[in-house]
């Protein structure tokens, strides 16, 4: 996963406010600095950073000393400038650096796009949900990021143009973008299995397995039968997407065979794995090793560093840049594209530790 970018006071109030213009709460003029301020809790030198912002997107205009800004139209139906409705995986996601810069480069494009007021997560990924999120919101294009095969699936379905980023893409006739993990997964797997690791277990969500295979599993069960090690639920265990539930899962593998290899997807798993670890008493990389599947420059500062896998986000961001200008032209453009992941090796992966 990519890291996050932390939002100032008058950035995360002109998100609030962006969402509420495009969502048509006012028309023709927004209430005042002072008015908000009262409504939103905050002082008014924050609201007017706020709004001194959405003047420079383009989506208010000043029209002097003490009188309101007039809110200007926005052209939809593949015109410029158009609604980027971005749909995300978790709420923590819309402060991703890539997220970030991906909302300022449509700006500065002359589109204007805003956070969905429920997140996939949220949404339990459910379709049936999602489609009627999607029904009420006012949207030119739609950026869809880590939805499964059967989101990916539907948003391919509808007459708005979507974006895949990451989640269940491939295959499906939609334009996307997101790393080929195929190849750096094979590589972290086979660093523990040359090291002597055979218990060996990736932590992935559901998503990643059911109803089709995805790309991580695919290529750690693939470095796994290389060597004689079948699939199995221990190597590719299924819990429940919750914390007690990840917990639950974390418990019965240290139960009885412990695996002395452990591959863990997103930030927030990872340290919950090292937090229980931790709290067990087993050292990382001395009793456990530990391989994070994501890209986390955070993990930079930990000494030892983070074994873990590298992308390039600024790619990502602009393919859909470059979609989305296609698009606002009134272009078809289902064009895909997958970028390399690196597997970068480093501290937390070991030897298996000597049978007593």
Same mark, same amino acid.
């Given at each position: ?53 959405? $003047? ?16 200007? !139209?926005? *052209? ?11 749909? =995300?995986?978790? !709420? ?10 991906? @909302?300022?480069?449509?700006? $500065? ?20 949900? /999602?489609? *009627? ?15 499964? =095969? ?21 295959g499906q006739p939609i334009a996307a973008a997101g790393p080929d993990c195929m190849a750096a997964i094979e590589e972290g797997t086979q660093s523990l299995l040359k090291l002597g690791h055979r218990r060996i277990v990736m932590l992935v969500r559901r998503q990643h397995r059911q109803p089709i295979m995805g790309q991580l599993p695919t ?13 199995? !639920?221990? =190597?590719?265990?299924?819990? $429940? ?10 418990? *019965? ?10 591959? =863990? ?17 087993? %050292? ?25 896998? @590298? ?8 393919? /859909? ?7 606002? %032209? ?5 064009? @895909? ?7 970068? !090796? ?11």
């Amino acid at each position: 996963m990519p890291s996050f970018a932390l939002l100032s006071s008058a950035n995360q109030v002109a998100a609030h406010l962006r969402a509420d213009l495009i969502r048509g709460r006012w028309q023709d003029t927004i209430p005042g600095a002072d008015r908000l301020a009262v409504e939103l809790g905050i002082n008014r030198k924050t609201v007017d950073a706020a709004m001194r912002q959405l $003047e420079q997107e383009g989506l208010l205009l000043s029209q002097g000393l003490r009188r309101s800004r007039r809110i200007v !139209p926005l *052209k939809g139906g593949g015109g410029s400038p158009m609604r980027v409705a971005l749909l =995300v995986w978790t !709420p923590a996601d819309r402060s991703w650096t890539y997220v970030v810069d991906l @909302q300022h480069r449509l700006a $500065e494009a002359g589109h204007v796009s805003f956070h969905t007021p429920k997140t996939l997560l949220e949404l339990n990924m459910d379709v049936g949900r /999602i489609a *009627k999120m999607v029904a009420r919101t006012k949207a030119d294009a739609w950026v869809v990021a880590c939805g499964s =095969v059967e989101v990916i699936t539907w948003f391919a379905q509808q007459k708005t143009p979507a974006f895949a980023l990451f989640g269940g893409w491939r295959g499906q006739p939609i334009a996307a973008a997101g790393p080929d993990c195929m190849a750096a997964i094979e590589e972290g797997t086979q660093s523990l299995l040359k090291l002597g690791h055979r218990r060996i277990v990736m932590l992935v969500r559901r998503q990643h397995r059911q109803p089709i295979m995805g790309q991580l599993p695919t290529a750690f069960l693939t470095a796994l039968a290389a060597y004689g090690i079948p699939a199995s !639920p221990y =190597v590719l265990p299924d819990w $429940e997407e919750s914390v007690p539930g990840f917990q639950k899962c974390l418990a *019965k593998l240290f139960q009885v065979t412990a695996p002395t290899g452990l591959l =863990v997807d997103e930030p927030e798993l990872f340290a919950a794995t090292n937090h229980f670890l931790a709290t067990r008493g087993l %050292r990382v990389p001395q009793d456990v090793s530990l391989i994070f599947l994501g890209h986390e420059p955070i993990f930079e500062w930990c000494v030892p560093t983070v074994t873990r896998m @590298q992308q390039d986000f600024s790619q990502l961001v602009r393919c /859909i840049l470059r979609w989305a200008n296609h698009v606002s %032209r009134g272009k078809r453009d289902l064009r @895909q594209h997958a970028f390399p992941a690196k597997f970068i !090796p480093g501290g937390t992966v070991a030897p298996p530790p000597v049978a007593k």
